[in-house]
């Protein structure tokens, strides 16, 4: 089976919302809510892949010393293992807008539940309850 290494961030507002993002059609899982990041090319590190993510799909520039990372998940999918570190971020530049025709919500930790999201996504809920 293959190993799949993706980053993920939770982008977190100063009213302490989380940022997620929509799949769009087309995508696997679409239509189900994640946070922002993806995979990593060949050679690059994990913070050098979020950095570059979240600029391509929301258009933000965020400096590494702003990312901190929080957990991660490991979970089997029937046709990989997705290995995702999920970082936290308060602090960036510019407007988060959808570059990619994704819907975005800020949400609160207590209601991300409320999305539908990818299977390995949701261990990492209760990390951002604790934290927010």
Partial sequence: MNLTLVVACALIDPDNRVLIAQRPEGKAMAGLWEFPGGKLNAG???EDALIREL????GITVREACLAPLTF???AYASFHLLMPLYIC???E???I???GQQLAWVRATR???YPM????LPLIPHLEDLL
């Fill in 94 to 96: 510019g407007n988060v």
């Fill in 90 to 92: 308060r602090r960036w």
């Fill in 44 to 46: 690059e590190r994990p």
């Fill in 118 to 121: 990818p299977p390995a996504d």
């Fill in 55 to 58: 600029h391509e799909e929301l």
């Fill in 73 to 75: 998940a490991s979970h």
């Fill in 98 to 100: 959808a570059r990619e």
């Fill in 112 to 114: 991300l539940r409320d």
